[in-house]
């Protein structure tokens, strides 16, 4: 079974840094794009950092200079490395892959991960 699994998510407080993985798992032939979003309660889904299968990465300016994102090919897993945490980072964080199967590319979404920034 193809899946993403998600964690390093938590209780930090403001000015913090926190790391979280994302690792793909199952039978997969190869994965393109990877991202990382978030979603607030009471708000939409928002996508915080993307990066291409050849390593360009971009961010909203919300998270821009604070965030970054990182990929290893060898063990499939993707890395939102998170610092100078606020408390508006507050979310649950999901992340995003669109991965070759048997079957052909699909995008796939893993369960998420609690970040909560204390002031």
């Keep these: 079974q193809v899946q993403l699994v998600e964690s390093g998510g938590g209780l930090i ?4 840094s926190l790391r979280l993985s994302c690792a793909a798992s199952g039978s997969i032939f190869g994965i393109s794009d990877m991202g990382w979003y978030r979603q607030a309660p009471g708000k939409q889904r928002e996508l915080v950092a993307a990066i291409t299968h ?15 994102i990182s990929r290893n090919t060898t063990n499939n897993t993707v890395y939102l490395q998170m610092n100078s945490l606020r408390p508006e980072d507050t979310a649950v964080y999901y992340c995003n892959a669109r991965l070759r199967t048997r079957a052909g590319f699909y995008m796939y ?6 970040v909560t920034v204390s002031s």
């Design 13 to 16: 407080q403001t000015g913090g």
């Design 54 to 68: 050849g390593g360009s990465a971009s961010y909203p300016d919300s998270v821009k200079g604070r965030f970054s």
């Design 109 to 114: 979404w893993g369960q998420g991960t609690q």
